[in-house]
T-cell receptor
Framework: QKEVEQDPGPLSVPEGAIVSLNCTYSNSAFQYFMWYRQYSRKGPELLMYTYSSGNKEDGRFTAQVDKSSKYISLFIRDSQPSDSATYLCAMRDNAGNMLTFGGGTRLMVKP | DGGITQSPKYLFRKEGQNVTLSCEQNLNHDAMYWYRQDPGQGLRLIYYSQIVNDFQKGDIAEGYSVSREKKESFPLTVTSAQKNPTAFYLC???????????FGQGTRLTVV
């Protein structure tokens, strides 16, 4: 079993929909959580960075961490075709060990 | 503009050759990383460096080598010992061990 699991998709939604992307993890020591967006043939771009549990909002994006369930989510409101990309979750533990990535979820937003 | 620059964007290598991928950052970050990404897969850590003149192996270091002579630079050499080098290589950096990482735009290496 991988340390971080992510449904590979593809997830196809109509423009304007609310998108929910999720990751589950097994290591209870993870404390720092990140979401990256990666367009085809490009490097990942950091979208959200959160510490421990709770919610964080930035524009149309909301990151949610539920440490008791070992589950993190990224919500995208009013999704746009330009949101079509692969979304990667990543996490770090308190010892500052290396980032552990999920395999990514491919999102397609159709006009 | 601050950022991470990887070069070249595309690289072709003949079997048996070593090639070096460049990664430069002007973000004043202490830590730098190299990842490999294969189609449909997540990122796998090759090497990382927390400070100048020090680096550690990641999960898939065999067939790769790095150096960290300057804070700004962390080149990756893909040696002929790497059995399956064709992949997308990503360099990243962070201020330290507890902060988020930022990525370059990647180098796509193809063995011909």
């Amino acid at each position: 079993q991988k340390e971080v699991e992510q449904d590979p998709g593809p997830l196809s939604v109509p423009e304007g929909a609310i998108v929910s992307l999720n990751c589950t993890y097994s290591n209870s020591a993870f404390q720092y959580f990140m979401w990256y967006r990666q367009y085809s043939r490009k490097g990942p771009e950091l979208l959200m960075y959160t510490y421990s549990s709770g919610n964080k909002e930035d524009g149309r994006f909301t990151a949610q961490v539920d440490k008791s369930s070992k589950y993190i989510s990224l919500f995208i409101r009013d999704s746009q075709p330009s949101d079509s990309a692969t979304y990667l979750c990543a996490m770090r533990d308190n010892a500052g060990n290396m980032l552990t990535f999920g395999g990514g979820t491919r999102l397609m937003v159709k006009p | 503009d601050g950022g991470i620059t990887q070069s070249p964007k595309y690289l072709f290598r003949k079997e048996g050759q070593n090639v070096t991928l460049s990664c430069e950052q002007n973000l004043n970050h202490d830590a730098m990383y190299w990842y490999r990404q294969d189609p449909g897969q997540g990122l796998r850590l090759i090497y990382y460096s927390q400070i100048v003149n020090d680096f550690q192996k990641g999960d898939i270091a065999e067939g790769y080598s790095v150096s960290r002579e300057k804070k700004e630079s962390f080149p990756l050499t893909v040696t002929s010992a790497q059995k399956n080098p064709t992949a997308f290589y990503l360099c990243a950096s962070s201020f330290g061990r507890y902060t988020e990482a930022f990525f370059g735009q990647g180098t796509r290496l193809t063995v011909v």
